[in-house]
């Protein structure tokens, strides 16, 4: 370690004279002007270092004022913990990716500047603990800024503190060196402590005023500030992750009963739900296992109240017996699926888009059920209360599909309005006469339990196969009816849902299809290829199952169409996407770009993926060269290898 450690450490390495000309990006942060538009910050060092909580504040505090953000983490499995990041990215316009590379990285540890110095751009800063790291400083890439901070944090709350505090220490050092809001950090923190014995409060803004404190001006000759340009819409914003977002969404939808069973990473959806459920009436109830939760949320759909379950993978697995109950008596269920890596119980805290055949065919026979795949942290709110529309109107389960990746990060976006979104979840108990529940020319709608009826002939419900009012059936003509009418009503649904606009050309050479979380990074690669000259356009699905009608037209306008999905490419070379859109439309030209590394695509990658052995850096390539077909991976080995050692 340096011999002063009361002396912040710094070699300008990142002098303008020592990066070559041309790679720094005009739209990203080279931290030396002093008015910057973006900036990506990475905190690495362990999961106890509660580095979450400290970016989690950063994120905050750009939504709170007017600016883009985006988070990305990674945390270990293992309950003993282990090394982790929290990188969030922030400015001025519209963010859509946590970012390729970071302007700023914080390393607490030896190995947190080992394992992330090569992700730090060229002229960057790394910030790092003096009592911990030893960089090299012969590494002339970077600015090197070296702070005693675990000393330093101690002496600011005193010996009994030990390492505990750093995180806020390092929040206030960023806050100085950005020039962010000092007080709405404090309110930040007071807010997040609020309810907790006073002495917390007190001893994390202590943290944090020590490290605002600190002189690393005198080494940093510029601070930085994110420029501010209001945001068109004059809507007040709000920041939260994806999970609060969604179980925010089910709220607005009408859903007002749940039942679940905790898993990372549904849990805080569930969380989230317990507590808000009962301030509007109702209840989410934590059953004794996975079967038992959707048996009860499906006893709620019953009563005439639209109810949710959720789970990972491994348990919508073992609600599958139950699904397959609600497409047959035709039950409408929200169903939450917060995928994570697999198979069994595979990479818990890790994202992945593989449960997207289990969602569409995860059942035992024909079991109709819809699919939708929010694309942002936004998007979780708004399909949730979609997934209710759908649930309602079409008597049938509806999955989304959201995953670790979207459940975990927080972004900004404009407060919604609730007075046009809040459905009204009360079921309507109006008398009526005898009518078929299971007619088979129309969509089925369930009389809620305690309707009057005023004949005195009550409508039946069943699991078993039945004729129109219900009765159990083993009419193989019956069978066949009901299992088209069954299937039918996806069809009418297809109908009603809208073509997605393309981004980018609307014709040309390439189309990159995604779902789910790969929007933004998708989004940032059409943009960047486009800007290199490429004929290049992007479509997100959000509605998965069934496809919306008209796709066809818009493949037809290109000479070849890739997915870019976070799951394997199979035994044929086809992410699990790719395989439905080549069943759906037999069109040879659709493609694949898929990984399983666990971690979120990074431009650069669907670049590569796009544009093989022609990709320079996450800042520009070589267009108009040959390119893969068949939907072969061979950057797939590389890549995760990369991925997987910290780069990224």
């Not at 942060?29 to 910057?36: Q, T």
């Not at 905790?262 to 989230?272: A, C």
Request: proline share 6%; glycine share 10%.
């Amino acid at each position: 370690m340096p011999e002063d450690t009361s002396t912040p450490v710094l070699t300008e390495a990142g002098a303008a004279n020592s990066v070559p000309s041309g790679t720094l990006a005009p739209d990203r942060a080279d931290l030396r002007p002093e008015n910057i538009q973006d900036a990506v910050i990475r905190l690495a060092g362990n999961s106890q270092d509660g580095i979450q909580t400290a970016g989690a504040f950063l994120a905050r505090l750009a939504g709170r004022s007017d600016h883009d953000v985006m988070t990305y983490m990674t945390i270990p499995s293992t309950i003993s913990g282990g090394p982790s990041i929290f990188q969030v990215r922030m400015g001025t316009g519209e963010v859509l990716s946590a970012g390729d590379e970071a302007d700023f990285l914080v390393a607490f540890y030896q190995h947190s500047y080992q394992d992330h110095l090569d992700f730090l751009k060229e002229g960057g800063v790394l910030l790092y603990d003096s009592d911990n790291v030893e960089p090299n400083l012969d590494d002339r890439r970077f600015v090197y800024v070296g702070v005693p901070i675990t000393g330093l944090t101690i002496e600011a709350l005193g010996g009994t503190a030990k390492d505990k505090g750093k995180n806020i220490f390092v929040l206030g050092l960023i806050a100085k060196i950005f020039n962010l809001d000092a007080e709405k950090l404090k309110k930040l923190i007071t807010e997040k402590f609020a309810g907790k014995d006073e002495s917390i409060v007190n001893t994390a803004l202590m943290a944090f005023q020590a490290g605002y404190a600190y002189p690393v001006g005198n080494v940093l000759t510029k601070h930085y500030r994110f420029e501010h340009i209001p945001k068109p819409s004059g809507r007040a914003q709000i920041t939260m992750d994806g999970n609060q977002a969604l179980a925010y969404g089910l709220i607005a939808g009408g859903v007002r009963y749940g039942a679940g069973y905790p898993i990372t990473p549904w849990s805080s959806v569930m969380e989230t739900l317990r507590r808000e459920l009962p301030k509007y009436g109702g209840i989410f109830v934590q059953a004794e296992d996975e079967l038992a939760s959707v048996s009860i949320a499906l006893g709620c759909s019953y009563s005439g109240y639209l109810a949710v379950t959720g789970s990972a993978g491994p348990g919508i697995s073992l609600k599958a017996e139950a699904i397959g109950w609600a497409s047959m008596a035709e039950i409408p269920l929200i169903i939450c699926n917060i995928q994570r890596g697999g198979p069994s119980t595979g990479l818990p805290t890790n994202v992945e888009q593989s449960d997207l055949h289990q969602a569409i065919f995860g059942s035992h026979g024909d079991s109709p059920r819809v699919v939708l795949a929010p694309s942002t942290v936004e998007d979780c709110f708004y399909i949730a209360i979609e997934a209710a529309r759908i649930a309602r109107k079409y008597s049938t389960p509806v999955f989304i599909l959201s995953d670790t990746s979207l459940a975990t990060r927080i972004e900004a976006f404009d407060e919604p309005d609730l007075s046009k979104l809040m459905a009204d979840p009360k079921p309507d108990l109006t008398p009526r006469q005898t009518f078929k529940p299971y007619p088979i020319d129309q969509i089925t709608h369930h009389v809620p339990p305690g309707t009057r009826i005023l004949d005195g002939k009550y409508p039946l419900l069943a699991g078993l196969e039945h004729d129109e009012m219900g009765h159990p059936t083993g009419s193989p003509k019956l069978h066949m009816a009901m299992t088209a009418k069954r299937r039918n009503k996806l069809r009418k649904l297809a109908e009603e849902i809208p073509v997605p606009e393309v981004y980018g050309h609307q014709e040309g050479d390439t189309l990159l299809v995604g779902w789910g979380s790969t929007y933004g990074p998708i989004h940032d690669a059409a943009k960047m290829a486009r800007e290199q000259g490429e004929k290049i356009g992007a479509l997100h699905l959000r509605h998965l199952h069934p496809l919306p009608n008209g796709l066809e037209k818009i493949f037809a306008k290109f000479k070849r169409i890739v997915t870019v999905e976070m799951n394997d490419q199979g035994l044929y070379g086809f992410g699990q996407l790719a395989t439905i859109l080549r069943a759906r439309y037999c069109e040879p030209k659709i493609q694949s770009i898929t990984k399983t590394d666990g971690l979120t695509f990074r431009v650069k990658e669907i670049l590569q993926g796009v544009f093989p052995g022609e990709f320079v850096s996450a800042r520009g390539y070589s267009p108009n060269r040959p390119v893969a077909g068949n939907g072969e991976q061979d950057v797939d080995l590389a890549r995760s290898e990369s991925i997987a050692q910290g780069v990224g």
